[in-house]
């Protein structure tokens, strides 16, 4: 596609979720809109490798019903396929035992003593009523510790969080992460994509395209051109400059802040070298066949592990074949030696599929996936320790992703702060959450 663009209303760097979602509510909106992707494709994280038939999302991939991104997608019309997966298991100590993820499996499994299940009724029936914001600053492992006094039940709920979190540091983040993610799982259960993500990434830009997005990849933008402390465009690579009124950063912390005032922006500098993202290790494994379809999805109480075969609910295998997401969750404060936890996934893999090993048709270890932009601690106030969508001191210049909003997490947090920063420039005023600057403080407890 052509990138000589001269002018136009609306810049967004970066082609992942968040800019996607940007660029197609400001161009429904009659907005002309020029995004650059530096990478030849879409997506970003959510971008699909597909080899031989199968589709490797990069590391394990749901959505929550009900979420931010789930409502995106309904109002901007993206279609999809998805199912939900069934039967889930929780490995203690070496046996397998069915997790409650339903009433009827509550009543029927070993996994917890009579008096544990009374209080998990009792749990859930106070989470319909609990405002996840009043747990900002409040850590999932204090608030399992003040929600129940049973250890077993406590290590099951341990085990959920480290899941719906990506985080093994539950002493660290944030109860609002958790019981956000937990109401939302408890209303619907989270959906597998037909084809993986890339689907949802295609449907973007197809809305987007169709609405008069101008989509340029493989341009990489090197600098926000600004002046009297306004947006005035950005700066290309090859020296090229693309005038605007307003520009969307749509990327990681990292690459927004090298953007503006050649990463010496200091209300922005600032904020990024506080953060502390989470991270994961994550096995996938492409098989012949499945070696054992009674355990789908796995939760390990006593490690930071997890296991799905995404490929027995949604369309991501050939016929017969299987696709297996393994996940190591990670703790930022204690280090940890990649290979080593590659072979725990390994270790995991050959007690719930043996012989997967015998089907390998292709394997994809990702050692340090970047799960979350930024780890939202207690410390820090949760999701209100996030920096707002928009940059102090420069008109015009917005940050959109999942580090960014006091809405959502992961996906849903990239979905929010982009439909929220279109609806500010379609507002054309200023912001009332949350400052950029105001959120420096927050991040450097983290």
Not at 1 to 8: K, L
Not at 42 to 60: E, I, M, P, W
Not at 150 to 171: F, G, H, K, M
Not at 253 to 276: S, W
């Amino acid at each position: 596609m052509d990138s000589h663009v001269a002018q136009t209303d609306v810049v967004v760097v970066g082609g992942g979720m968040a800019g996607l979602t940007a660029a197609c509510y400001l161009a429904r909106a009659g907005v002309a809109v020029t995004l650059f992707e530096k990478a030849a494709e879409l997506g970003g994280r959510a971008a699909t490798q597909v080899y031989n038939d199968y589709s490797f999302n990069r590391g394990a991939h749901a959505l929550y019903p009900g979420g931010a991104a789930w409502c995106v997608l309904r109002e901007l019309g993206i279609r999809y396929s998805s199912q939900s997966p069934k039967g889930t298991f929780m490995l203690r100590q070496g046996k397998l035992q069915a997790f409650p993820a339903d009433p009827l499996t509550l009543l029927r499994t070993d996994l917890l003593q009579a008096v544990d299940k009374l209080e998990f009724t009792r749990m859930l029936a106070a989470l319909a009523l609990c405002k996840a914001h009043d747990l900002q600053h409040v850590s999932v492992q204090a608030w399992l510790e003040s929600s129940t006094q049973r250890p077993r039940l406590r290590q099951v709920l341990a085990a959920l969080a480290r899941t719906l979190t990506y985080s093994a540091a539950l002493d660290q983040i944030s109860a609002e992460v958790f019981v956000t993610q937990l109401q939302l799982s408890l209303k619907h259960n989270v959906l597998y994509i037909d084809g993986g993500w890339q689907m949802l990434v295609d449907g973007l830009r197809k809305v987007a395209q169709q609405a008069g997005v101008q989509i340029v990849r493989g341009a990489r933008v090197e600098a926000i051109e600004e002046q009297g402390g306004r947006a005035r465009g950005v700066r290309l690579q090859d020296g090229s400059t693309v005038a605007a009124a307003d520009v969307i950063i749509a990327t990681n912390p990292q690459a927004a802040a090298k953007l503006v005032d050649a990463g010496c922006y200091p209300t922005l500098r600032r904020v990024v070298d506080a953060i502390v993202p989470i991270e994961a290790a994550c096995l996938d494994v492409a098989l012949r066949r499945l070696p054992s379809a009674r355990h789908p999805v796995v939760f390990d109480e006593e490690h930071p592990r997890f296991l799905t075969v995404q490929s027995l609910f949604a369309k991501i295998a050939p016929q017969g074949g299987a696709l297996i997401h393994t996940i190591k969750y990670l703790d930022p404060a204690k280090p940890s030696d990649p290979r080593a936890d590659e072979r725990d996934l390994e270790d995991f893999l050959d007690i719930l599929q043996p012989g997967w090993r015998d089907e390998l048709v292709k394997r994809s270890y990702l050692p340090r996936i970047e799960a979350v932009s930024l780890w939202p601690t207690a410390s820090s106030g949760g999701f209100g320790g996030r920096p707002g969508p928009q940059v102090a001191g420069i008109v015009g210049v917005y940050l959109a992703g999942d580090w960014i909003g006091n809405e959502g997490y992961l996906a849903d947090a990239s979905m929010a702060s982009a439909r929220e920063v279109a609806q500010l420039i379609l507002r054309g005023k200023r912001i009332t959450s949350q400052p950029l600057e105001q959120s420096h403080a927050l991040l450097q407890e983290a």
